[in-house]
């Protein structure tokens, strides 16, 4: 058999070489670690966790520990070396950084179908290939795929605003309505007072900033276009009123008035479940955010399923490029996974790892490749990078939000997420019996 190549040996393309050995195909597995590093690792291991240790909650009614549970019994090599070197992180699956990578590189050097090759990868090659090269994918690479998808399909930045669930925001205050009534009411809009404005303004002014990385200042510099809510706060009162919190065209149909200031929230996801802070790029530090943004009326309690990020990352496009089956459109035989394809986070990217490491396989066993189903975390996560509206696309981590509706009304946290989990596992094992 042709060996199947596997660029990029991070959490994803470990995941996807194994599975891909383990069914019985030979793979050349490409890292360009230690030839060549990227600005945020420093080992030559595989699988290098480039920040926290932590791939998350880990209780299985949680949207990371559902996932790190599906994994268990989809056999993922990345969870159970994960399980295997867990240390003490209170509800979270942490892990010893350095005996994990360690323990992943020797596992699969030993592996009899895996040859593993050190270098960089300049261009995308022939034949079956999942591409696993992370949201620092080197420039040559990064240059490639920008040939072979097109300039609006690639990212290189992330300035992502902060996604709300819907169900977390109050609608006593919250309102539906598009500016200057234009086609069907599409926004909710939180409108304030002048009181609540200036005390917004002051607080977020007062808020703490991440620090931005060198190699992340560099890349930022393109994106004056894009300004951080609280850059803008900084440039003076109104500016926030001129720019996304204009009231102008939005009344409060409750009152007839036009509010002082209004924040608006696009919806995320084809059920209406996630909602978008338009225009709220930002660096704060998270507990920041959720701090300040909860000033904002109607959202007091907001929930929040991703926060604001302005990072150097490269990602597709992979709703308008890819199928669930994580194959691209354009060339099924040419497979993506991880932060490239848009889903964040190190569980998430084993999640999509083992798929496309599964379906590769399949493809050089002449066998249809597999969809995960819908109602799991990983089925969910996959559904929605493929398809959420391309215009908006930004990366999503796993989350309850997602996921379809339970078709009754569970109104315990506790028991919904729960009943999500049951679900998931039960369908997850009769999936796992076709195949
Ligand atoms: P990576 O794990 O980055 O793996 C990609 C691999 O491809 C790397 O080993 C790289 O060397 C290799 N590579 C790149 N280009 C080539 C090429 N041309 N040829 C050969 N090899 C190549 N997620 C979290 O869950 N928690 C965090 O705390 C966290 N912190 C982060 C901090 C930073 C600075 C960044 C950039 C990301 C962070 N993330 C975090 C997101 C994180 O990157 C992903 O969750 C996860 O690592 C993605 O896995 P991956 O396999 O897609 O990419």
């Known amino acids: 058999k042709q060996p199947i190549q596997v660029i990029g040996g991070g959490l994803a393309g470990t995941e996807a070489a194994w599975q891909i050995a383990q069914a019985g195909v030979p793979v050349i597995f490409h890292e360009m670690r230690p030839k060549r590093f990227s600005p945020a690792h420093h080992t030559e291991h595989l699988a290098e966790l480039v920040c926290s240790n932590s791939f998350g909650a880990m209780a299985s009614d949680r949207a990371t520990g559902l996932l ?96 709300v669930v819907g169900e977390s925001i109050n609608h006593d205050v919250a309102f539906m309505a598009s500016r200057y009534d234009k086609g069907e009411a599409a926004y909710l809009n939180c409108p304030m007072n002048k009181e609540q404005y200036l005390h917004f303004w002051t607080e977020l002014r007062q808020a703490e900033q991440t620090e931005i990385k060198d190699f992340e200042r560099e890349t ?25 919190l204009k009231p102008v065209g939005l009344s409060d149909n409750r009152t007839g008035e036009r509010p002082y200031a209004v924040v608006q929230l696009r919806q995320e996801d084809k059920a209406g479940q996630l909602w978008n802070m338009v225009g709220f790029q930002t ?15 109607g959202l007091e309690n907001a929930e929040f399923v991703r926060l604001g990020v302005m990072h150097r990352n490269t990602f597709l496009n992979a709703p308008q490029l890819m199928h669930s089956t994580l194959q691209f459109k354009q060339r099924p035989t040419l497979l993506a996974a991880g932060q490239l394809i848009g889903t964040e986070g190190y569980t998430a990217a084993a999640a999509d790892g083992w798929l496309a490491g599964t379906n590769a396989a399949r493809i050089a066993l002449g066998k249809e490749p597999l969809t995960a189903p819908p109602t799991t975390m990983m089925g969910a996560l ?27 009304k569970i109104k315990s946290k506790p028991e919904r997420y729960g009943r999500y989990r049951d679900r998931s596992l039960a369908d997850l094992a009769s999936w796992k019996n076709q195949f």
Not at 221 to 232: R, S, Y
Not at 284 to 297: A, D, H, N, S, T
Request: proline share 9%.
């Open 68 to 163: 790190h549970e599906e994994l268990r019994q989809l056999n993922s090599i990345v969870i159970s070396k994960a399980d295997e070197h867990a240390v003490p992180a209170g509800g979270a699956l942490a892990v010893d950084r350095g005996k994990f990578s360690q323990d992943l590189t020797e596992t699969l050097s030993n592996h009899p179908l895996i040859e593993f090759r050190r270098g960089e990868v300049p261009a995308i090659p022939e034949g079956i290939v999942v591409l696993a090269t992370g949201p620092l994918t080197s420039p040559d690479l990064a240059a490639d795929l920008h040939r072979v998808t097109g300039i609006e399909y690639l990212s290189f930045f992330d300035a992502a605003s902060p996604i």
């Open 220 to 244: 930022a510099k393109f994106f004056e276009a894009c300004l951080p809510i609280e850059e803008q706060a900084h440039r003076g009162e109104d500016t926030m009123r001129y720019g996304p």
């Open 283 to 297: 660096n704060l530090r998270w507990g920041e955010q959720k701090r300040v943004f909860r000033l904002i009326p």
């Open 382 to 408: 996959l559904e929605f990078i493929s398809s959420a509206s391309p215009k908006h696309f930004q990366p999503m981590p796993p989350n309850f939000g997602i996921l379809p509706d339970l078709g009754v």
